[in-house]
């Protein structure tokens, strides 16, 4: 475009004006200062974001061991149960060995304390490990008390306890009396009591049949007691 200066005189310059100097500088302090906290903001992040990875990091270790630690539980709860099953089978096996053990021993114990009792008879002897629930029935509440004496010098049984005792009402023409007692079946624990029983057992021979508790049992005599 073509300017045509009507004045006939140069135009005039536009003067700047100069900037003061404290404008200045506070102008480069705030940008110094942005600088700075954008640094010190930078290097903050930076650490934070550190920090922040090692954390994950960290929490994906302690992931990985709580899942090897779970599978290690497992494991010893599958272990605990194969070790009360075993252990189960070998009560049940020790159990069995025990009711096994001795069992012609309280055979022969029960023969000898009831062919030294007349007019007594058992009906039924159940075994639970040690101990015994005996029943029978006799001819007259004498009978059953010499029969728990019996068992007692025998030396073979131990806390003998009658349970019950009356007269069996089912039977009316002769009188006999039904009992059930407890006791705890096992050998004499050492020499001594075998010999306390066998010098006592002199003392209570009121029947002809009666023999040492300490000899063999041979019942091949034996009128009145019946098991």
């Known amino acids: 475009m073509i300017r045509i200066n009507l004045l006939g005189r140069a135009r ?40 922040d990875r090692a954390l994950l990091a960290h929490i994906q270790k302690q992931r990985g061991e ?9 494991q010893v709860d599958n272990f605990e149960k194969q070790k009360a099953v075993l252990q189960q089978r070998i009560a049940v096996i020790e159990e069995l060995q025990r009711n096994r053990t001795g069992g012609q021993q309280l055979l022969d114990a029960i023969a000898n304390t009831v062919s030294r009792t007349d007019t007594l008879w058992l009906t039924s002897v159940a075994r639970t490990g040690n101990g015994l629930t005996i029943s029978g029935s006799a001819g007259s509440i004498n009978a059953v008390a010499n029969y728990i004496t019996q068992l007692k010098r025998s030396g073979f049984f131990q806390q003998v306890e009658i349970k019950e005792s009356h ?36 003392a209570s021979t009121s029947t002809p049949n009666s023999t040492a508790p300490g000899a063999s049992a ?3 005599k034996r009128p009145a007691g019946n098991i």
Do not use: C
Not at 66 to 74: D, G, H, I, T, Y
């Open 12 to 51: 005039p310059k536009a003067v700047r004006q100069a900037v003061p100097l404290e404008a200045t500088l506070q102008v480069v302090f705030l940008v110094v200062a942005l600088a700075f906290s954008g640094g010190l903001l930078a290097i903050h992040y930076w650490q934070m974001d550190k920090e």
């Open 167 to 202: 007269q069996d009402p089912t039977n009316k023409a002769v009188q006999i009396f039904l009992f059930s007692l407890t006791a705890q079946f096992g050998p004499p624990s050492s020499p001594g009591a075998t010999t306390s029983t066998s010098t006592s057992a002199p």
């Open 66 to 74: 709580k899942a090897r630690l779970e599978q290690l539980k497992q």
């Open 218 to 220: 041979a019942p091949a």
